[in-house]
């Protein structure tokens, strides 16, 4: 079945440092795929999304790329923020599969000063 | 702003009570979603209602568990009995969905449930 990988947390980092969040994903066919973030406390924010291959996804200075012939959408940030401390949630959708996501076991990203 | 409200956002009860969570879902959606996030588990799909159908409650424990939307802006999940393995947060979703999978998908703020 389909199923999404992302890499294992927490992951710390000082505030500017670089961030890469690795997702890979398995799947028949060419899903849609998605980052969520979630705040303590919150509900699933959608943070970016890109529909087909070679498609960037971008938002608050989030960048991920929809890469086909790895299986990847690895999610980037120049330069985080104490603020961008939270839970990612890597996720891929079908529309033959109902439209529901299938999300990644989530990583945590915490900004340290 | 459009949001998905979920009622009641935080609930403690005792093993064998029954518990309703309540969910209504963004004006002009047609899909909604029940979600259940553990710290082992993770985010699980339980049950989903297209145009107020089911359309798949596999991930949903058949026993204990009932979902249903009574009408377009009301969706609700029952436990019953419920059971210390049911504390988590359970996330209800709407989208649009039909002809393409990019249609974002709106999460609720969740219930935070506890069962002692």
């Known amino acids: 079945g389909d199923s999404v990988t992302q890499m294992e947390g927490p992951v710390t980092l000082s505030e500017e440092a670089f961030l890469t969040i690795n997702c890979t994903y398995t799947a028949t066919g060419y899903p849609s795929l998605f980052w969520y973030v979630q705040y303590p406390g919150e509900g699933l924010q959608l943070l970016l999304k890109a529909t087909k291959a070679d498609d960037k996804g971008s938002n608050k200075g989030f960048e991920a790329t929809y890469r086909k012939e790895t299986t990847s959408f690895h999610l980037e940030k120049g330069s985080v923020q104490v603020s961008d401390s939270a839970v990612y949630f890597c996720?891929?959708?079908?529309?033959?599969?109902?439209?529901?996501?299938?999300f990644g076991t989530g990583t945590q990203l915490k900004v340290e000063l | 702003d459009a949001r998905v409200t979920q009622t009641p956002r935080h609930k403690v009860t005792e093993m064998g009570q029954e518990v309703t969570m309540r969910c209504q879902p963004i004006l002009g959606h047609n899909t909604v979603f029940w979600y259940r996030q553990t710290m082992m588990q993770g985010l699980e799909l339980l049950a989903y209602f297209r145009n107020r159908a089911p359309l798949d409650d596999s991930g949903m424990p058949k026993d204990r568990f009932s979902a249903e939307m009574p009408d377009a802006t009301l969706a609700t999940l029952k436990i019953q009995p419920s059971e210390p393995r049911d504390s988590a947060v359970y996330f209800c979703a709407s989208g649009w969905t039909e002809e393409t999978s990019g249609n974002t998908i709106y999460f609720g703020e969740g219930s935070w449930l506890t069962v002692v």
């Open positions: 996720a891929l959708r079908f529309t033959g599969g109902g439209n529901k996501l299938t």
